[in-house]
């Protein structure tokens, strides 16, 4: 089955560029989603189709993919942005995949 | 304003089973495939299965994990989704979400989910 391997965690100072990978074979071939979680929450789509926005997400989530990593960018990180992140992808086998997950804490 | 709302959670037994709902406004239910997607306690997301559209002849799909024991229903009359869920194990309990797919790969709105708790 396929696999979606997230850092455990990533922190980024306020105001600062956060970075967040999802690393998977030949993902640069698959459309990768992203959401985010805040505690107690559900979760929210944030990018989809690799660099898509949803109507009111920021324009300060982006998103790329290519080769075997996709990314999250969040720029100008804001405290509202704590939360955890998880990529997504379809594979025809599963079919939907969740990567592992990354916390972002804002410092 | 779209809006899914799950009911049904609660404890059981070990064997047991649980039938959550889900209920739908704000869109056109029956255009959409619908899915279930779990979360066990701070854990990661996993996706538990899904009901296409009428249009695509409601077939369903599950995860390997659940295949066999959960059955995913719907009600386009009353805009409702639903997860029959037999043979509960430990391994089970989780937050399930009820979540909207476009049909594309991901899923762009989610309910706030229903907690099923397994144990004895």
């Known amino acids: 089955s396929y696999e979606l391997t997230q850092p455990l965690s990533v922190s980024v100072a306020l105001g600062q560029t956060a970075r967040i990978t999802c690393g998977g074979n030949?993902?640069?071939?698959?459309?990768v989603h992203w959401y985010q979680q805040k505690p107690g929450q559900a979760p929210v789509l944030v990018i989809y189709r690799d660099s898509n926005r949803p109507s009111g997400i920021p324009e300060r989530f982006s998103g790329s993919n290519s080769g075997n990593t996709a990314t999250l960018t969040i720029s100008r990180a804001q405290a509202g942005d704590e939360a955890d992140y998880y990529c997504q992808v379809w594979d025809g086998s599963t079919p939907y995949v969740f990567g592992t997950g990354t916390k972002v804490t804002v410092l | 304003e779209v809006q899914l709302v799950e009911s049904g959670g609660g404890l059981v037994q070990p064997g047991g089973s649980l039938r959550l709902s889900c209920a739908a406004s704000g869109f056109t239910f029956s255009d959409h495939y619908m899915d279930w997607v779990r979360q066990a306690p701070g854990k990661g997301l996993e996706w538990v299965g899904r009901?296409?559209?009428?249009?695509?002849?409601?077939?369903?799909e599950y995860a390997a994990s659940v295949k066999g024991r959960f059955t995913i229903s719907r009600d386009d009359s009353e805009n409702s989704l639903y997860l029959q869920m037999n043979s509960l194990k430990t391994e089970d309990t989780a937050v399930y979400y009820c979540a909207r797919s476009p049909g594309s790969g991901w899923f762009d709105y989610w309910g706030q989910g229903t907690l099923v708790t397994v144990s004895s």
């Open positions: 009901t296409r559209n009428k249009a695509n002849s409601y077939t369903t």
């Open positions: 030949n993902i640069g071939s698959k459309n």
